[in-house]
């Protein structure tokens, strides 16, 4: 069983949005954190948002600020990422990312678990 299954990318116009998701394999109260982060070819993962699971408290990188919204389900233990007025420059492999409760979701270095990344492209 895939830990974390992400889904939703794919193409879309500037201007445009996607929502991509990341079905959790265990009740995501298992995790502190969750994330996720954004690698373009030849550049550094960086976060795009994160949220705690316990009390849903959302922090934004700045490019995804007021464009971006993460959201999680415990139900279906599933987190979201909806992408509005996106930008060529949101182009990149999006992975879904949770840290256990000795970690953190600040950067790549505090994540427990990952996703196998899924592909967003922006055409301008």
């Known amino acids: 069983q895939v830990p974390l299954l992400e889904s939703g990318g794919g193409s879309v116009q500037a201007g445009g949005s996607l929502r991509l998701s990341c079905k959790v394999s265990?009740?995501?109260?298992?995790?502190?954190?969750m994330a996720w982060f954004r690698q373009a070819p030849g550049q550094e993962r960086e976060r795009v948002a994160s949220?705690?699971?316990?009390?849903?408290?959302?922090y934004y990188g700045d490019s995804a600020e007021g464009r971006f919204t993460i959201t999680r389900d415990k139900s279906q233990n599933a987190l979201f990422l909806q992408m509005d007025k996106a930008k060529p420059k949101d182009s990149g492999i999006y992975y879904c990312?949770?840290?256990?409760?000795?970690?953190?979701?600040?950067?790549?270095?505090?994540?427990?678990?990952w996703g196998q990344g899924t592909q967003v492209t922006v055409s301008s």
């Open positions: 990312a949770a840290a256990d409760w000795d970690g953190n979701c600040w950067g790549p270095e505090g994540i427990t678990i």
């Open positions: 265990v009740y995501l109260e298992k995790h502190l954190c």
């Open positions: 949220i705690y699971i316990e009390n849903g408290n959302t």
